[in-house]
């Protein structure tokens, strides 16, 4: 029992977070694009750095390289003059310079493959910013659309203003003429008093006509 409603539970807890996300899913991808620009700016600050230590690495290392060129023709000098103390402390010197022109070299090395490592990751990472930018404008005119189109499906498919403008129009079509009602009732009063079977015999000649008739007119003209 405990097992189901945990589990009730946490699905209950899943659609509610899919809920919210839908609902606040343009927040929630203006916020995720904003966490990578600040990763990005983190990861191009920490590339500016490795740059600046390379270009570093690089002035030392031709100094040290410019150092050893030098030393190398004082040695040489020395030992033509028969200075051989001089030379050999030349000789130290030298040896140093040379074992740190090689680490140096190894430092500049790792330092730009580092480098250049980093600078791929930001120039991917700032591809995909573009490309998350433009998907939100689009999820933007996607939920507009949406937004529209809901409003636009209640407005239509409301019973209240469409409804009732068609039930007004069917009142207003569908309600009876007031004229011929009024000559029904003429009819039916006239039925029920037998005038139509009086006016009927009348004008089949049995009995004195009911009406003036233009033949009766006709005939009194001729007779004057």
Same mark, same amino acid.
Request: hydrophobic residues 40%; aromatic residues 2%; proline residues 1%.
């Given at each position: 029992?405990?097992?189901?409603?945990?589990?009730?539970?946490?699905?209950?807890?899943?659609?509610?977070?899919?809920?919210?996300?839908?609902?606040?899913?343009?927040?929630?991808?203006?916020?995720?694009?904003?966490?990578?620009?600040?990763?990005?700016?983190?990861?191009?600050?920490?590339?500016?750095?490795?740059?600046?230590?390379?270009?570093?690495?690089?002035?030392?290392?031709?100094?040290?390289?410019?150092?050893?060129?030098?030393?190398?023709?004082?040695?040489?000098?020395?030992?033509?003059?028969?200075?051989?103390?001089?030379?050999?402390?030349?000789?130290?010197?030298?040896?140093?310079? %040379?074992?740190? +022109?090689? /680490?140096?070299?190894? @430092?500049?090395?790792?330092?730009? $493959?580092? #480098?250049?490592?980093?600078? =791929?990751?930001?120039?991917?990472?700032?591809?995909?910013?573009?490309?998350?930018?433009?998907?939100?404008?689009?999820?933007?005119?996607?939920?507009?659309?949406?937004?529209?189109?809901?409003?636009?499906?209640?407005?239509?498919?409301?019973?209240?203003?469409?409804?009732?403008?068609?039930?007004?129009?069917?009142?207003?079509?569908?309600?009876?003429?007031?004229?011929?009602?009024?000559?029904?009732?003429? %009819?039916?009063? +006239?039925? /029920?008093?037998?005038? @139509?079977?009086?006016?009927?015999? $009348?004008? #089949?000649?049995?009995?004195? =006509?009911?009406?003036?008739?233009?033949?009766?007119?006709?005939?009194?003209?001729?007779?004057?």
């Amino acid at each position: 029992m405990l097992t189901t409603l945990r589990t009730l539970m946490i699905g209950a807890n899943a659609r509610a977070e899919d809920r919210v996300r839908d609902a606040f899913a343009l927040e929630l991808i203006d916020q995720k694009i904003r966490e990578t620009e600040g990763q990005l700016r983190a990861a191009k600050g920490t590339l500016a750095s490795l740059i600046q230590r390379q270009r570093s690495e690089t002035r030392m290392l031709e100094a040290v390289q410019t150092r050893i060129v030098s030393m190398t023709a004082r040695a040489q000098d020395a030992l033509e003059a028969g200075r051989e103390e001089l030379a050999q402390q030349a000789a130290e010197a030298i040896a140093t310079m %040379e074992n740190e +022109a090689v /680490l140096r070299r190894q @430092t500049l090395d790792r330092l730009e $493959a580092q #480098a250049t490592r980093l600078r =791929a990751s930001v120039e991917k990472a700032h591809r995909r910013i573009i490309d998350l930018k433009q998907g939100a404008i689009t999820a933007r005119a996607i939920r507009r659309e949406q937004q529209m189109q809901t409003r636009l499906n209640s407005t239509i498919g409301s019973t209240s203003s469409a409804d009732e403008a068609e039930e007004l129009i069917q009142r207003v079509i569908g309600k009876d003429d007031p004229f011929e009602q009024s000559g029904i009732l003429q %009819e039916i009063d +006239a039925s /029920l008093n037998h005038d @139509t079977v009086e006016a009927r015999m $009348a004008e #089949a000649g049995f009995g004195p =006509a009911l009406k003036v008739t233009a033949a009766e007119v006709m005939d009194r003209l001729r007779k004057t």
